[in-house]
């Protein structure tokens, strides 16, 4: 192993470059008031085509993308690309949605997707239903981004044997973010995604065309993959996906698109946006991210050919399979540009961590403090108590790193998605009907949650010796069907969820239970910039968000 001096100095130089950038970002397009949220979270819901372009791809294109893709393709081979088909999908069924979701908000001054469920049903419990689902649904992710950089730190030989050695290089980092997201709010992200984005796609680019040189080219790189997996003794995918696990790719690919937009940081990104022309520019072009993504993915079977040994896991005889990315680039570039690569990663993971925990922050300030704690809050209270909330995120999803092995936070994960995606009937299909029972809605997240949780509960993995919430591919044989074919728990969840409020809202008003006042008019859904109905930030203050606009 050579020596990692050269690649900790390069590392650690852009990792303090993009921090004094994150600082430097809250004079950034000169806010008027980051003692308010529309400024503080939201940037002040003026970033333009470029800015969100990279905003929003550096918010779903993750460290853990970066690492953890290519290691389940090293892993597990073709379904590991479930990853490419799903972010080309979700691109078109979002489109719409984004926009009107956009629109509505713009006009109301929602900050959160409870928000919008709040005046769209009538229903504080529901929104705030939303509020905690989407809170529970971000925190993993948010620990799983450390995975990723606790990755490179590993690579280079950065963390020692015992606990605090271990986790004490991302304990700083994350306290650094923490930092400048408190002081910055969405502009350090925003900000530092053009250096995330750009350090990504160079090395890509490189790796794709040096690497597959060095290897012997694209053929010998396709059969060392598919002799390594025609050699395991485990029955699973090769370099072609096996017929049993067919459904688990579809369903699962489906879902994860479903969920993608659902999560309270992917609509942050959104709504900091300045008019609907910049979402509907962005949904056109951020599939070319996919093609990046399809790049990313072939690393694994590149670690395949290189000879890549995954380095020692937390557990005895186990391995670390995320540090295979790192240990491809460690072996196979000179050490200033596999620091590069690493800070892209590292960088990689900064970015989305600071999105996510502004948008849970965003979610506990507006509808459990706002709504529940103190209803009179100022815009500068709501702000402090979001930059407040932001640190207490960030410190939970460090204890899921430092307390908790990092394969059950990846499980999390998997679980994450079946969990937001039970937002899907309110928030999603809420921006286009009203049909649903407020009370119906409430029953079909119940229901759908319920159900989720006890499939994901039955899921056990042999390999690892995990007998509970070990992935998130249900066997059909324990609905009877004789077949050793799998779903993804997502898909199975929310539509029971959508039965059950479909058949309730029926039930219900048939009885004609009352069923709240929506606070939203048709013509909210085409708001644009300049719209005379829409107020600045400030302005808006007098009828706060959380009271209905007529």
Same mark, same amino acid.
């Given at each position: 192993?050579?020596?990692?001096?050269?690649?900790?100095?390069?590392?650690?130089?852009?990792?303090?470059?993009?921090?004094?950038?994150?600082?430097?970002?809250?004079?950034?397009?000169?806010?008027?008031?980051?003692?308010?949220? #529309?400024?503080?979270?939201?940037? /002040?819901?003026?970033?333009?085509?470029?800015?969100?372009?990279?905003?929003?791809?550096?918010?779903?294109?993750?460290?853990?993308?970066?690492?953890?893709?290519?290691?389940?393709?090293?892993?597990?081979?073709?379904?590991?690309?479930?990853?490419?088909?799903? %972010?080309?999908?979700?691109?078109?069924?979002?489109?719409?949605?984004?926009?009107?979701?956009?629109?509505?908000?713009?006009?109301?001054?929602? =900050?959160?997707? !409870?928000?919008?469920?709040?005046?769209?049903?009538?229903?504080?419990?529901?929104?705030?239903?939303?509020?905690?689902?989407?809170?529970?649904? %971000? &925190?993993?992710?948010?620990?799983?981004?450390?995975?990723?950089?606790?990755?490179?730190?590993?690579?280079?030989?950065?963390?020692?044997?015992?606990?605090?050695?271990?986790?004490?290089?991302?304990?700083?980092?994350?306290?650094?973010?923490?930092?400048?997201?408190?002081?910055?709010?969405?502009?350090?992200?925003?900000?530092?995604?053009?250096?995330?984005?750009?350090?990504?796609? *160079?090395?890509?680019?490189?790796?794709?065309?040096?690497?597959?040189?060095?290897?012997?080219?694209?053929?010998?790189?396709?059969?060392?993959?598919?002799?390594? $997996?025609?050699?395991?003794?485990?029955?699973?995918?090769?370099?072609?996906?096996?017929?049993?696990?067919?459904?688990?790719?579809?369903?699962?690919?489906?879902?994860?698109?479903?969920?993608?937009?659902?999560?309270?940081?992917?609509?942050?990104?959104?709504?900091?946006?300045?008019?609907?022309?910049? *979402?509907?520019?962005? &949904?056109?072009?951020?599939?070319?991210?996919?093609?990046?993504?399809?790049?990313?993915?072939? @690393?694994?079977?590149?670690?395949?050919?290189?000879?890549?040994?995954?380095?020692?896991?937390?557990?005895? /005889?186990?391995?670390?399979?995320?540090?295979?990315?790192?240990?491809?680039?460690?072996?196979? $570039?000179?050490?200033?540009? !596999?620091?590069?690569?690493?800070?892209? *990663?590292?960088?990689?993971?900064?970015?989305?961590?600071? *999105? &996510?925990?502004?948008?849970?922050?965003?979610?506990?300030?507006?509808?459990?403090?706002?709504?529940?704690?103190?209803?009179?809050?100022?815009?500068?209270?709501?702000?402090? =108590?979001?930059?407040? %909330?932001?640190?207490?995120?960030?410190?939970?999803?460090?204890?899921?790193?430092?307390?908790? #092995?990092?394969?059950?936070?990846?499980?999390?994960?998997?679980?994450?998605?079946?969990?937001?995606?039970?937002?899907?009937?309110?928030?999603?299909?809420?921006?286009?009907?009203?049909?649903?029972?407020?009370?119906?809605?409430?029953?079909?997240?119940?229901?759908?949650?319920?159900?989720? &949780?006890?499939? @994901?509960?039955?899921?056990?993995?042999?390999?690892?010796?995990?007998?509970?919430?070990?992935?998130?591919?249900?066997?059909?044989?324990?609905?009877?069907?004789?077949?050793?074919?799998?779903?993804?728990?997502?898909?199975? !969840?929310?539509?029971?969820?959508?039965?059950?409020?479909? @058949? @309730?809202?029926?039930?219900?008003?048939? !009885?004609?239970?009352?069923?709240?006042?929506?606070?939203?008019?048709?013509?909210?859904?085409?708001?644009?910039?300049?719209?005379?109905?829409?107020?600045?930030? %400030?302005?808006?203050?007098?009828?706060?968000?959380?009271?209905?606009?007529?």
């Amino acid at each position: 192993m050579r020596d990692h001096l050269t690649e900790i100095i390069v590392f650690t130089f852009l990792f303090l470059l993009v921090s004094a950038m994150g600082f430097v970002a809250a004079r950034w397009r000169a806010p008027r008031d980051m003692a308010h949220l #529309d400024e503080w979270g939201l940037g /002040g819901r003026n970033f333009g085509g470029w800015i969100t372009w990279f905003l929003v791809g550096g918010d779903l294109y993750t460290a853990y993308t970066f690492v953890a893709v290519p290691a389940l393709i090293f892993g597990a081979g073709a379904a590991g690309f479930f990853a490419v088909p799903y %972010t080309i999908v979700i691109y078109p069924l979002v489109f719409l949605v984004l926009c009107r979701l956009w629109s509505v908000s713009h006009r109301h001054g929602f =900050v959160t997707p !409870a928000d919008f469920v709040r005046n769209r049903f009538d229903s504080p419990i529901l929104a705030l239903l939303i509020a905690i689902t989407g809170i529970v649904a %971000t &925190m993993p992710y948010i620990a799983l981004q450390l995975v990723g950089i606790e990755a490179v730190l590993k690579t280079m030989g950065v963390t020692g044997d015992n606990a605090l050695a271990r986790h004490l290089p991302i304990i700083i980092a994350f306290a650094i973010l923490a930092a400048y997201t408190y002081q910055s709010g969405l502009r350090a992200p925003a900000l530092i995604a053009f250096v995330k984005d750009s350090l990504i796609y *160079i090395v890509i680019l490189v790796a794709i065309i040096y690497l597959p040189y060095k290897l012997g080219g694209w053929g010998d790189i396709f059969n060392a993959a598919d002799a390594k $997996f025609k050699a395991s003794p485990a029955p699973g995918d090769g370099i072609l996906l096996n017929a049993n696990n067919q459904l688990q790719y579809v369903t699962l690919a489906l879902g994860s698109a479903l969920a993608l937009f659902l999560y309270p940081h992917s609509i942050t990104g959104v709504l900091a946006s300045r008019n609907r022309d910049v *979402i509907k520019r962005n &949904m056109s072009a951020l599939p070319a991210y996919s093609l990046l993504l399809g790049l990313i993915a072939l @690393l694994g079977y590149m670690a395949i050919a290189a000879g890549v040994k995954p380095l020692p896991g937390a557990k005895a /005889g186990s391995v670390d399979s995320n540090t295979v990315v790192p240990l491809l680039f460690d072996q196979q $570039f000179p050490g200033w540009f !596999a620091g590069v690569a690493y800070a892209a *990663i590292g960088i990689g993971a900064l970015v989305p961590a600071a *999105i &996510m925990s502004i948008a849970a922050a965003n979610l506990f300030t507006r509808n459990i403090y706002k709504e529940y704690l103190k209803r009179d809050a100022t815009p500068a209270q709501e702000a402090q =108590v979001s930059k407040v %909330t932001s640190l207490l995120v960030k410190v939970g999803a460090l204890a899921f790193i430092i307390f908790l #092995d990092p394969q059950f936070s990846i499980d999390l994960q998997l679980i994450g998605g079946v969990i937001i995606l039970q937002t899907l009937p309110a928030v999603a299909l809420g921006l286009y009907t009203r049909w649903f029972h407020r009370g119906a809605l409430i029953a079909g997240w119940v229901a759908g949650m319920g159900l989720g &949780m006890w499939m @994901l509960y039955q899921v056990a993995n042999p390999t690892t010796g995990k007998k509970h919430f070990a992935g998130s591919a249900f066997p059909l044989s324990e609905f009877g069907f004789d077949t050793k074919k799998t779903i993804y728990v997502g898909i199975v !969840a929310v539509l029971v969820n959508l039965v059950v409020a479909a @058949l @309730l809202t029926l039930v219900l008003r048939a !009885a004609k239970v009352t069923d709240g006042v929506d606070h939203t008019t048709p013509d909210d859904y085409f708001a644009d910039e300049g719209d005379p109905r829409v107020t600045s930030g %400030t302005e808006r203050d007098a009828d706060s968000a959380r009271e209905p606009v007529a």
